[in-house]
């Protein structure tokens, strides 16, 4: 009777350690921490969201470049006790212009002006965020090759395309899912 006391206490123990450290069954982790992990893995994520439907815990994920790769990553972070509900953003085009100025916040969270949006532009200028899940592409002899935030810079002509909510401030606020740099 004395071991079974000990052990449950030892458990118990090791719970409150783990809650107080911040550490729990890799399914019951918040959205934001989950996503940010998948993020630091590669893996091209917009939004999580843990819900449960008949006693089951399902985790949605919203992102782009969802095969087989980005599937067994988010398999291994999430456990296996969470159903996986995985969908393919889709892109839509939504400026193509100038950069007329670039700012950092004090997150390290870049931010974009773009101005003299083209013809088929649904802005003529914009505050575009580049954010973790932002793809920057340089459209060279129809390939695309990627590179990192600090390839932008002030007069690059720049096409967005966007995967998310527009906020419909004037002017206009997105989050990039991909800025593809047109000229140099």
Known sequence: MKIKYGIGCLAAMLLVIAIIAGCSRPGERAGDNLAQELIDQGVNIISTAVMERDGQKILAITGFGMD????????????????????????????????????????????????????????????????GYTRILFKKDSINLAYQANALKEGQRIRVLNAGVVLTSLPPQISASTIIILDD
Do not use: M
């Open 68 to 131: 087989q790769t980005a599937i067994n990553k988010i398999r291994e972070a999430s456990g296996d006790d969470l159903l996986l509900e995985i969908q393919e953003a889709e892109e839509v085009f939504f400026i193509e212009g100038i950069i007329g100025k670039i700012e950092t916040g004090n997150d390290g969270q870049v931010i974009l002006w773009v101005e003299e949006g083209s013809g088929q532009s649904q802005a003529e200028s914009a505050y575009v965020s580049v954010v």
